[in-house]
């Protein structure tokens, strides 16, 4: 038996990981993207003269899955630090400071909350008794607001939950999965009585620690794809996938996802680019997967096609850096806004005060963000629309009313997946009907939640997956 030929299809983080993790165990790797471009939802532009990121920013340090591949490509000396800053909420009126302790699934300390004054005293009063409330049943999926709704009551969910978690997703907090984007949290809740007291009991650690690169996010992207067991075809759009079953390698049937049973040894053909593959793994939207399935295994199409998305766009906007840097209303590093304030602005990120590798003498850089689930403002609006509206609702928000010497939109179709409740049971279901194309891994964010850290793990678990059945194959053939 030659050496195993793996394909992976979509060159985003997700894919890129699987990618150098099969050609690290060995195997004879094909990257196969549809676009021009490697890195997907990640993408370093030159903009001002600087390396600025307008897709992902901020790499979170959270163990174990990325620290360990940035260990792995030699990475972790190269990462430079967000200076720490905090954010601000705007709520369409009133600008006020996020309090420490509050992160996207809520508050762990009190205390703060109840001095920023962002609450009403009956909504400080409702969230003080989440000690009291009764231990949480998480054994059945809920949405993440629900949830948090029933702990602390419902100011915390709009007022932080929703300008955190939901803007992170471009979701509804009252649709999104517990159990898909916050498991620590549905963790923490079958762990203990009550989160803050969890919270208490875990002490320390302080605010999470983010992360990029001197020359942005594409170094990362660069490391990974030098690898010699890698081969790259940008330009080539994967369409179907052609499953060939090839021989039996052993008595039994494959037994799980793993493959680790002797199960039939079947090989894949792709439309879109010539050769035959051991292995494949699908890095790609959802609604892409079930395109690219269908023909082989159609009865995975509805349920991956059904998937919601958001759609977003970011406006990145230069401004003299001298007429922003001391303005009040740019004092953090940055602002997000609540989706009651029926704002295009979902999100501004004051770059060149967040990133030490962004200062500049002369300008000042400025992410703004829009996009969210069912809202289908960004799709409509034409990119001056989109500039002039964003550049108000930041003026009515920060009181700052000048121009951007230059600004440079980006578009993000479809690419925030809404894993809301249930979406685990369901993917679950689709993974157990994939066990019969042994070798065959869905991966990424569409289907395993968004950021990098989730993508890590997600590409961790699809290599692994094909890595066991090739080695499970292989040993068959042998023996
Ligand atoms: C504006 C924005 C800001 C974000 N900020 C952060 C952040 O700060 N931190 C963070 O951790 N995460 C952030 N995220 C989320 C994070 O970027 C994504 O979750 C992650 O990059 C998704 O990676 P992926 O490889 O799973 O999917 P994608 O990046 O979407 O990659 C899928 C790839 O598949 C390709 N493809 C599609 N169809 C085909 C086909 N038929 N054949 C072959 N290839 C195909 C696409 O061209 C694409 O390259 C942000 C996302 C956006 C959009």
Redesign the pocket.
């Known amino acids: 038996m030659g050496k195993p030929q793996v394909a992976v299809?979509?060159?985003?983080?997700?894919?890129l990981i699987t990618a150098h993790r099969l050609a690290g165990a060995g195997f004879d790797v094909t990257m196969?993207?549809?676009?021009d471009r490697l890195g997907?939802?990640?993408r370093t532009e030159d903009f001002a003269g600087l390396p600025v990121d307008s897709?992902?920013?901020?790499?979170?340090l959270a163990g174990p899955h990325l620290p360990e591949l940035l260990d792995r490509l030699g990475l972790s000396d190269e990462v430079v630090r967000a200076r720490s800053g905090s954010a601000r909420i705007w709520d369409g009126q009133r600008l006020r400071p996020l309090p420490a302790g509050v992160g996207p699934t809520g508050p762990t300390r009190l205390m703060p909350v109840v001095r920023s004054r962002v609450m009403s005293p009956r909504g400080l009063a409702r969230a003080a008794m989440e000690p009291l409330v009764g231990r949480s049943d998480v054994e059945s999926d809920q949405s993440v607001g629900a949830f948090l709704d029933r702990r602390f009551g419902s100011e915390v969910v709009d007022r932080f939950v929703d300008p955190l978690l939901g803007n992170l997703h471009g979701g509804d907090v009252r649709r999104l999965s517990l159990q898909a984007v916050a498991p620590f949290l549905a963790q923490q809740a079958s762990d203990h009585r009550s989160l803050i007291l969890a919270a208490r009991a875990r002490k320390g650690g302080g605010p999470p620690a983010f992360g990029n690169f001197n020359g942005g996010l594409a170094s990362l992207i660069d490391a990974l794809t030098d690898h010699p067991g890698i081969s790259i075809r940008v330009s080539t759009?994967?369409?179907a996938l052609v499953v060939e079953p090839e021989r039996r390698t052993g008595g039994d049937r494959t037994s799980d996802r793993g493959g680790v049973g002797r199960g039939p040894r079947m090989r894949y053909r792709l439309e879109g680019i010539d050769g035959v593959w051991d292995g494949v793994a699908l890095?790609?939207?959802a609604s892409?997967s079930a395109r690219?399935l269908a023909p082989g295994v159609g009865e995975v199409f509805e349920e991956l096609d059904d998937i919601p998305t958001a759609s977003?766009a970011?406006v990145l906007a230069a401004f003299p850096r001298s007429t922003v840097e001391d303005h009040p209303g740019f004092q953090a590093n940055g602002l997000l806004v609540t989706s009651r304030a029926g704002r295009l602005l979902k999100a501004a990120t004051f770059l060149t005060r967040k990133w030490p590798h962004l200062d500049h003498p002369d300008h000042f850089v400025v992410r703004l963000?829009a996009g969210r689930a069912r809202d289908h403002r960004v799709e409509q609006l034409d990119d001056d629309d989109l500039v002039s509206r964003l550049l108000a609702d930041l003026a009515a928000a920060t009181g700052y009313h000048g121009s951007p010497t230059l600004t440079l939109v980006r578009r993000?179709p479809g690419?925030?997946a809404q894993l809301e409740v249930g979406h685990p049971e369901r993917l679950a279901g689709v993974r157990q009907r994939l066990t019969r194309c042994p070798g065959l891994a869905l991966a990424?964010?569409?289907v395993d939640g968004?950021?990098?850290?989730s993508?890590t793990a997600s590409a961790d678990r699809a290599a692994a997956l094909i890595e066991a059945h090739l080695a499970d194959a292989r040993g068959a053939l042998v023996s």
């Open positions: 299809v979509g060159g985003g983080i997700t894919g196969v993207e549809a676009g997907g939802q990640v897709g992902a920013e901020a790499l979170h759009p994967v369409s890095a790609v939207p892409v690219i977003v970011t963000s993000w690419a925030m990424g964010a569409a968004l950021g990098i850290v993508c």
